[in-house]
């Protein structure tokens, strides 16, 4: 089972254009579609449609259009109550697959409002094979509470995984050795903010990547997962590092493909695979979703994994 925390839940909202994004001109919408998302509820949906247990917790009223949009995808989500409504986020795509997010805050959170969302968590991370915890945190909250929940989830067993980013990925990062979670799943413009590279340099250079992400395993996490956009991306562990570079693929909105990459990764620990091929299924996983319009999750079916390439990178281990 796959348990999964979004702390700062939204309503992903995406507008297609017929033609490039210019500011301040009137726009013909292709189209527009809706849906309950967040990067632990994305994980969750991936899930359902892998045929994987799973388990959401997410802060919201349980006749919540948000819960009951879950539920009636099969996902079994364990609300709690908010602080105030779900949030609205917008994201803009553009033919050429450019992608524009507009994200909203959301309700500010009171010490109460996240200590029960801890204990939700808490209460079922024993059951669960991965406890993922992931997405931005809610206004209000301590920039530590990723930090501080992975100390408290050590304590109780299970693996976690942890995906966010900005003060709470630079806290996670401070809190370590005693905050180390088994995964860490940053993008190359996250790996650089804490340590100290540059940005395109990681993205184009894997070898660079895996060298910073190293680091991280030299501080106690378990193994890095840095995906790279269209360079695929790289995994590192106690055992080696690799490079996986994907299939060939028309983008069409890269709104939720590195939530899709986590996803791929803990489908193939669960299935028992070797490092290089859950790195493989990581990287079908997000190139088919980079593939699909908005938020939407792959279909199993729609994976190309055989067109995956994967590259031992040497003298980083």
């Known amino acids: 089972m796959i348990l999964t925390l979004t702390p700062n839940p939204s309503f992903d909202r995406t507008v297609a254009l017929d033609g490039e994004l210019a500011r301040g001109q009137v726009h013909r919408v292709l189209s527009v579609t809706s849906q309950a998302g967040g990067k632990g509820v994305n994980?969750?949906?991936?899930?359902?449609s892998a045929d994987i247990p799973s388990v959401a917790v997410v802060p919201a009223l349980k006749d919540d259009a948000f819960v009951l949009e879950l539920l009636g995808a099969g996902i079994d989500c364990r609300p709690v109550r908010p602080a105030g409504d779900v949030r609205v986020n917008l994201t803009i795509t553009e033919p050429d697959g450019t992608t524009t997010k507009l994200n909203s805050p959301g309700a500010e959170v009171s010490r109460d409002d996240l200590e029960r969302m801890a204990e939700a968590v808490l209460a079922r991370a024993g059951n669960a094979a991965w406890t993922v915890l992931a997405g931005s945190l809610p206004a209000g909250a301590p920039v530590d509470f990723y930090a501080d929940l992975v100390r408290r989830l050590r304590a109780v067993g299970g693996h976690v995984a942890?995906?966010?980013s900005d003060a709470p990925l630079r806290a996670l990062v401070d809190a370590l050795p005693g905050a180390a979670p088994d995964l860490m799943k940053p993008n190359g413009e996250e790996l650089a903010s804490f340590?100290?590279?540059?940005p395109e340099e990681l993205e184009a250079d894997p070898t660079a990547t895996a060298a910073?992400?190293?680091r991280l395993l030299e501080r106690g996490?378990?193994?890095?997962l840095a995906t790279l956009g269209g360079n695929g991306a790289v995994l590192v562990t106690p055992d080696g590092a690799w490079h996986a570079t994907?299939?060939?693929?028309?983008?069409v909105s890269t709104v939720g493909a590195g939530d899709s990459s986590l996803f791929g990764y803990l489908l193939g620990d669960i299935r028992g695979l070797p490092a290089p091929e859950r790195l493989a299924l990581a990287v079908a996983y997000g190139s088919a979703a980079a593939g699909l319009p908005g938020t939407t999750i792959p279909q199993p079916s729609q994976l190309r994994t055989e067109l995956v390439g994967v590259t031992p990178l040497g003298g980083t281990a």
């Open 221 to 224: 996490v378990g193994a890095v």
């Open 212 to 214: 910073a992400a190293q």
């Open 195 to 198: 340590t100290g590279g540059d």
């Open 246 to 251: 994907p299939p060939p693929t028309t983008v």
């Open 43 to 48: 994980i969750s949906r991936a899930a359902v």
């Open 162 to 164: 942890v995906d966010t």
